[in-house]
């Protein structure tokens, strides 16, 4: 004698009769290899072959084909509910299910697909390839949903999502990432399979084969007697030290045998002192309860450093069934990265960029986390903010407000965002906080070339820029104060970095993701460098240019604006061009001559600073225009923050670094006649043969005709809104340009810009801008005016 377990009874609906597009034999081919026995229910005409609930309840399994069409599409949406509400177990496919059923057609949206099916229509399938997730029913396959061996069909099958983590998981990914096959019941009296995709779409019949079998296995399992689930709310939480930070984590029972379960729970690992709410939880089948861990973060401990702790629940049901969760618990990082982008993702540039220079950050995500709080952001010395392609809302009213409060309490800011000013051009923290005047919207630039004596572009190779979206970038105009950091190739400034008492601003108005991956590193660097704590540090010689043999002084300066007394370390190793002369070196500095290395480290209290200065003689013999590049490495220790400054001096070069761009008066009224002067000076060993200087007019004035002059060789032109002078510079030379502007006559006016971009024809680069102040028109009260009578036009 022998038994044979009972089979399931199964009815396959045939969806795609009525419209042509039946791909049941797919369907009967792998039912047949798996010897199943079932019933068709073809829907040749609608409505009339539309099953009713009543219709599919005598089967224990529905296997439901809807090749380019979906239930509720046919209205048997009913029929869903109907089948499932009685406990029925279903497999859905079809590739437009979601689209048709969850509004992606914007035309119906069923309520079953989200309450029965407990899943959220995305959109467009990313992939034709899909795999089976780790540790779950379709766990080590790998899906080709195109090609000869299937129907082929897939022309648009849906990403999906699960909407109700407690019922569903997923259980199929596309390559790259999105869902595209969920299983649901748990805690429920049915149960479902749903594919995104067509399952006729599979292009290997042998694949087809074990899908099936494991999807009809799954559906006819019984349910979970026992089981244990674990959800943490977020399994890493950041506070500053001396905090208790909480973590929260639900425990859930989800067998289904009706049995309550008494769970036990242990903490292992950690050194930080951690707390939980209760030793042990009872909970009844297909119930959960709420778990608190507290860790307290030890006071002394500095930025970025972490703590983890394993929690481990035990069923008094089974000795065998234990669930563990890790819980880390760490303080902040120097910088948050605030991932504010919309529809194309940007973050891995961002990040990739801060990991190559070595800078620890968190990571936040508005998307999934919501706009940080004030609260937050001001745990961090720097905030890098990015808003990528996001055109609709880039930086929120309440985002900006947040980030004012930031920046006024001394946090150092770079926000990236191409439409940033088409939102905000008029508030106050465009222009107070990023130093931004006025702009010009979408440039279109193209390069993105340093600005020489700038910390954040200089001897920066000009970038070309790469946009993975539509480019809308802006031109920008600096309020007084702010410097520019980068032009465009028409020389229109589209960065700008701003310090004003004890914040420090950087603003790119092209996304930063654009620059090459080579230059995202560098200037991430520079960046960070110049907002963190000892941004203000400098390094410089004493002249711009030097002839073979000559001997130069150098300074360096680590300043410490940061609230805090901080680990600084220095490090500068001189090129080889450069001899140190002994005896020199002064300040708390010792040099290496194994190593030709100028070395310190130690503490720096808040507002100090330490000058280290030495001479050093220059190597005789160089051709000319050598750059001698001799670059310091700063460091902020406990924040693990470095960053580079150079020092570069030209062999027998000219330097025209002294010369200088004014205005007088300043302030004027409007309206006025103003004179302006550049004094091009040329202090360097070398002659500038092919010297040049042109001038940027600012908007709204007039050049006074006739009014440009200069002394001291050369030609100069007035052009349409720019000034240009060329001709040779000799060394210890100067030349003086002189002209007259117009102001605009209005009674209020913003500052003018203007600036002069000089070039002495051997790679030397210089710019020197200047604002003119308008003063408020005047009108002094009382008015009195005679009352003229009405005159006949």
């Not at 060789?713 to 001709?727: D, I, K, M, R, S």
């Not at 209020?748 to 308008?774: K, M, N, Q, T």
């Amino acid at each position: 004698d022998f038994a044979l377990e009972p089979a399931p009874t199964i009815l396959l609906v045939d969806g795609g009769r009525w419209y042509y597009g039946s791909e049941i034999g797919y369907f009967r081919q792998a039912l047949d290899e798996l010897a199943y026995a079932y019933d068709e229910w073809p829907i040749k005409y609608r409505p009339n072959d539309v099953p009713t609930a009543a219709d599919l309840s005598p089967y224990d399994i529905v296997i439901w084909s809807a090749p380019q069409d979906a239930p509720g599409f046919i209205d048997a949406e009913d029929t869903i509910v109907g089948y499932l509400g009685g406990g029925g177990r279903l497999l859905l496919t079809g590739q437009d299910v979601g689209y048709w059923d969850d509004g992606g057609s914007a035309d119906r949206r069923c309520a079953y697909y989200r309450d029965y099916l407990k899943a959220r229509y995305v959109g467009e399938a990313p992939a034709r390839v899909l795999e089976g997730l780790e540790g779950d029913l379709f766990a080590g396959l790998t899906l080709t949903i195109e090609g000869p061996g299937g129907a082929d069909n897939q022309n648009f099958p849906d990403e999906i999502a699960v909407a109700d983590p407690d019922a569903a998981v997923p259980v199929l990914a596309y390559q790259g990432d999105g869902c595209g096959g969920v299983r649901v019941g748990t805690c429920l009296d049915y149960r479902v399979i749903y594919l995104s995709f067509g399952f006729e779409g599979i292009n290997d019949a042998d694949t087809r084969r074990e899908v099936m079998s494991r999807a009809l296995d799954w559906l006819t399992s019984p349910p979970l007697a026992i089981g244990l689930e674990l959800t943490p709310t977020s399994q890493m939480l950041i506070g500053s030290p001396g905090t208790i930070v909480t973590h929260t984590l639900r425990v859930r029972h989800i067998g289904q045998g009706g049995i309550t379960d008494t769970v036990g729970l242990t903490l292992d690992g950690g050194s930080w002192a951690g707390q939980l709410s209760a030793p042990s939880l009872t909970l009844a089948p297909c119930t959960s309860a709420t778990l608190v861990l507290s860790v307290t973060i030890p006071a002394t401990v500095t930025w970025d450093i972490g703590d983890t702790v394993t929690l481990t629940a035990h069923s008094s049901l089974s000795p065998a069934l234990t669930l563990s969760a890790t819980f880390t618990t760490k303080t902040p990082a120097p910088v948050l990265l605030v991932d504010d982008d919309r529809w194309y993702d940007q973050e891995s540039k961002y990040q990739a960029a801060l990991t190559a220079g070595g800078l620890a950050y968190d990571y936040w995500s508005t998307a999934s986390g919501g706009s940080p709080s004030p609260d937050i952001l001001r745990r961090y010395p720097i905030v890098v903010w990015f808003t990528g392609y996001d055109w609709y809302k880039p930086v929120t009213g309440e985002e900006e407000e947040a980030l004012a409060e930031y920046v006024d309490g001394g946090g150092g800011l770079f926000l990236s965002s191409q439409d940033f000013l088409y939102y905000h051009h008029n508030d106050l923290f465009s222009h107070d906080y990023l130093g931004v005047l006025t702009y010009t919207e979408d440039v279109t630039p193209t390069l993105a070339v340093g600005v020489p004596e700038n910390p954040l572009s200089e001897h920066l190779v000009p970038q070309p820029l790469v946009y993975p979206f539509l480019n809308w970038s802006d031109a920008l105009v600096p309020s007084p104060g702010t410097g520019v950091s980068f032009r465009d190739q028409a020389r229109h400034p589209i960065a700008l970095a701003r310090q004003e008492g004890a914040y420090k601003t950087v603003f790119f108005s092209f996304p930063f993701e654009t620059l090459p991956e080579a230059g995202r590193a560098e200037v991430m660097e520079r960046i960070v460098g110049w907002l963190s704590w000892l941004g203000d540090s400098t390094f410089f010689a004493d002249r711009g240019a030097v002839s073979g043999g000559g001997t130069l002084t150098y300074t360096i300066t680590l300043r410490n604006d940061g609230p805090a007394t901080v680990t600084a370390s220095l490090s500068n190793t001189l090129p080889l061009s450069l001899a140190l002369v002994p005896g020199s070196l002064m300040g708390p500095a010792v040099y290496s001559p194994s190593t030709r290395r100028i070395s310190w480290e130690g503490p720096l209290g808040s507002g100090t600073a330490v000058t280290i200065t030495y001479r050093a003689t220059v190597t005789a013999g160089l051709p000319a225009g050598t750059p001698i590049v001799n670059t310091a490495r700063f460091g902020l220790e406990e924040q693990h923050i470095r960053f580079r400054r150079a020092a570069v001096v030209r062999m027998d070069a000219p330097d025209l670094s002294p010369s200088a761009l004014s205005c007088v008066p300043s302030p004027a009224r409007p309206g006025a006649v103003v004179t302006c002067t550049l004094a091009l000076i040329n202090t360097g060993p070398g002659d500038a043969i092919t010297a040049a200087a042109t001038i940027a007019l600012p908007a709204d004035t007039a050049l006074v005709p006739g009014s440009l002059t200069w002394v001291g060789g050369g030609a100069a032109e007035a052009l349409t809104g720019t000034v240009h002078w060329a001709g040779p510079l000799s060394a210890e030379g100067q030349v003086t340009l002189t002209y007259r502007l117009t102001l605009p006559a209005n009674p209020i006016h913003p500052p003018l810009y203007s600036v002069a971009f000089l070039e002495d024809g051997l790679g030397g680069a210089w710019e020197r801008p200047v604002w003119l102040l308008l003063e408020p028109r005047r009108v002094y009260l009382p008015i009195t005016m005679r009352d003229i009578a009405e005159q006949p036009y």
